[in-house]
């Protein structure tokens, strides 16, 4: 079965104003609004994880799609109120995927655009 | 035997002037001084791996470190000709580390300045 974990980042915090203290933290609603639906989905090959902080700060939201052997990629600028269906979507593009690499022609504006980083699978010799 | 990957990116431009086409790309020179300092010091705990991108872009050079059951770290702003030393020393405090998290006053300024981001490993029962 592919597998793969959605890690939601719930401490970035977005602007609502001008004061310091005005700000909302989406990725809180972003894990609540992806579980959902997933379990809507009877989807069971997701898995959505809250995470303290990715440590990318200034592109809420932010995820990173996570899979043993595969490339783990960071997404961010992620819109809980819109792109819910996307960021499933993409999540069942890239656990369907031999090596974690979604094929362009696959991935929402949201991924295309929003790509903070992409990392490797660790060697596989360093699994066992 | 505590172990980590350093990847480094190989594709990020760095200017060297006005035009488009002035540029290096510090990551091929980054990856043969970390090897060369591993090898002098024959530290076989640590691999250095050129990725050939690891989409950041704006940061060069950009690094991850990476092992089994362990956070992955980004960090990017480096200096391939000054910076050395420090990369192959945080990359030690984090092979010794118990999940990646290097503590603050282990960390070198590039490492405390230049993360771009972090992902947790990937779920245990995933890596069966």
Redesign the interface.
């Known amino acids: 079965m592919t ?1 793969a ?1 959605i ?1 939601v980042c719930t401490s970035c915090r977005r602007s609502l104003g001008e004061g310091e203290e005005s700000f909302d933290q989406p990725g809180r609603g972003l894990v609540e609004a992806i579980e959902a639906r997933l379990q809507g989905d009877g989807d069971r090959r997701i ?1 959505v ?1 809250s ?1 303290d ?4 700060c200034k592109r809420p939201c ?1 995820i ?1 799609f ?3 052997n595969k490339w ?3 997404i961010g600028d992620l819109d809980p109120d819109s792109q819910v269906d996307e960021i499933v979507a993409a999540a069942r593009s890239f656990a369907a995927s031999d090596n974690g690499i979604v094929p362009w022609r696959e991935r929402p504006a949201s991924f295309r655009k929003g ?6 699978p ?2 596989h010799e ?2 066992q």
Not at 115 to 120: D, E, T
């Open positions: 597998t974990t890690f898995t994880t995470v902080c990715l440590a990318v932010t990173a996570s899979a043993a783990t990629y960071l790509v903070i980083a992409r990392v490797p660790v060697k360093e699994l």
